[in-house]
Every structure is written in C-alpha cells, then in structure tokens.
Nanobody, 118 residues
Framework: QVQLVESGGGLVQAGGSLRLSCAAS????????MSWYRQAPGKERELVAF????????NYADSVKGRFTISRDNAKSTVYLQMNSLKPEDTAVYYC???????????WGQGTQVTVSS
C-alpha cells in the first residue's frame, strides 16, 4: 500500500533552516509528481512546492520563493523540502502529497510539525 512518511520537522529560531524528508513506498515513485503542502492553525491547507516526476521542473508558493527548495531522489523514493530563512509565519504542519492521477486516489503523509520562534 502507498505510504508517505515525513520527517525533519522541529522547533527552530527565525532565520534558521530545516530540511524535511518524505519517504515514499508502495508505488513507482519516479512516475509521479510530488508536492509539499502546509496547514497553519485556523487556516486552510496550502500548496508550498511542487516537483515533476523527473525533478526537471518545480513550482513554489510566492510566500516561500527564494527561501525553500524542493528536490527528489528517485533512487531513494524520497522528496525533500529545504527551508531556509525561516519566519514565524512558516509555522505549520507540513504534508507530503501524491496526486494519484485520473481515476486513482490521492495520498497524504501524516504531517510533520514545523515551529519557528521569533
């Protein structure tokens, strides 16, 4: 079965860095685009970053452009989110997301908490 397991969250001071990882299993990882989303308390879940199956193209929310970098290692079936220059407003639960495609289900990881103190 499909599993997405995030790790790397934690508490960091403003200006600091964290790297999130999402280890995938149960499907052919290299065939699928992957995304990171986040959800802050009282807010809707929002797309943070997207990467194509080959890693050749990426896209970012305006709020994180220039600070966050999404990447993937298809040999390890893992997608990463490098977060630099963190701000208190980046505090949220971060989720790994797999869009299954037409007629297929989508999958979410369990989430990892990122807290940025001022």
């Amino acid at each position: 079965q499909v599993q997405l397991v995030e790790s790397g969250g934690g508490l960091v001071q403003a200006g600091g860095s964290l790297r999130l990882s999402c280890a995938a299993s149960g499907f052919t990882f290299s065939n699928y685009h992957m995304s990171w989303y986040r959800q802050a308390p009282g807010k809707e879940r929002e797309l943070v970053a997207f990467i194509t199956a080959t890693g050749g193209s990426t896209n970012y929310a305006d709020s994180v452009k220039g600070r966050f970098t999404i990447s993937r290692d298809n040999a390890k079936s893992t997608v990463y989110l490098q977060m630099n220059s963190l701000k208190p407003e980046d505090t949220a639960v971060y989720y790994c997301y797999l869009e299954g495609g037409i007629g297929a289900p989508d999958y979410w990881g369990q989430g990892t908490q990122v807290t940025v103190s001022s």
